[in-house]
Structure formats: C-alpha cells, structure tokens
C-alpha cells in the first residue's frame, strides 16, 4: 500500500467564498498513481469546511442562503465576543472538515454533478490549505 500526500494553498474573500478544488483533486489523483484506493480531502482549521455539491450557480446561491438561515450571524452567541465568528465555527461543524472518495482504476470516483469545494466559513479573507491524501495501491 503507497500514501501520497499534497498540500493546496490559496486565499479566499471572507464568508461562505466557495471554491471549486474538483480539479485540483482529480489531477493529485492521477499524479498519484494510485489504482485503487480513496483520497482523503481534509481541512485544518475551525472555520473552513469542504463539501460535495453540484457547481451551479443558483444552487450554490441556495447553499449559501441555508447556511445564513441555519445558523444566523447575529444571534448573540457565547463565543467569538471579540472576532465575533461562533456562526463560523458552527457552520462548520456542521458540514465537517473532510470528504473521502474512492479511486478505482485510477481515477477519482464521483458523481457527474458532484463538485468538491471548499467553504469559507470565517468573517475575513484568509489564507489556507488543503490537505490531500491518496491510499492504495
């Protein structure tokens, strides 16, 4: 069994920026040159998350409107009184920092209207990564 790991960098614009990483993914995958296995897609932070969803404008829209009604911004939390971000923390706790997907015969396996983004949960633009982690052989 081999392990390959890669890092993403990049910069987001602040709260619920949702960027499409499907790309970036399939082309660790290939590189990899694991045949079959899973890759692991995991976020370090508190305040990012990364999801599978359609890359479609209206219903990235609507994803970022249920995450403002499910957890409101002001809503006088305990948390975050200064950088005043517990609706960050919260919104990503419910969406979770990894997304694990299959690799059969050298690709990666996913839906046709399945995208993988990464989510921008924090109140500010900030810098971040992406941890990617292919397994198999």
């Given at each position: 069994m081999r392990v390959v790991r890669k890092e993403l960098r990049f910069s987001t614009r602040g709260e619920i920026d949702l960027i499409d990483i499907t790309d970036e993914v399939e082309?660790?995958?290939?590189?990899?040159?694991?045949?079959?296995?899973?890759?692991?897609i995991f976020v370090p932070g508190a305040t990012g998350a990364?999801?599978?969803?359609?890359?479609?404008?209206?219903?990235?829209?609507?994803?970022?409107r249920l995450l403002?009604?499910?957890?409101?911004?002001?809503?006088?939390?305990?948390?975050?009184?200064?950088?005043?971000?517990?609706?960050?923390h919260l919104r990503a706790t419910l969406l979770?920092?990894?997304?694990?997907?299959?690799?059969?015969?050298?690709?990666?396996?996913?839906?046709?209207?399945q995208q993988?983004?990464?989510?921008?949960?924090?109140?500010?633009?900030?810098?971040r990564k992406v941890i990617l982690q292919a397994i198999g052989d």
């Amino acid at each position: 069994m081999r392990v390959v790991r890669k890092e993403l960098r990049f910069s987001t614009r602040g709260e619920i920026d949702l960027i499409d990483i499907t790309d970036e993914v399939e082309r660790f995958v290939a590189e990899s040159e694991i045949t079959n296995g899973q890759v692991l897609i995991f976020v370090p932070g508190a305040t990012g998350a990364v999801v599978a969803i359609e890359h479609e404008e209206g219903l990235l829209e609507d994803f970022r409107r249920l995450l403002r009604e499910l957890v409101p911004k002001e809503k006088g939390y305990l948390h975050g009184r200064i950088d005043d971000n517990a609706h960050s923390h919260l919104r990503a706790t419910l969406l979770g920092p990894s997304l694990v997907f299959p690799i059969i015969d050298g690709e990666l396996v996913r839906g046709t209207w399945q995208q993988i983004f990464f989510v921008e949960l924090d109140t500010r633009p900030r810098k971040r990564k992406v941890i990617l982690q292919a397994i198999g052989d």
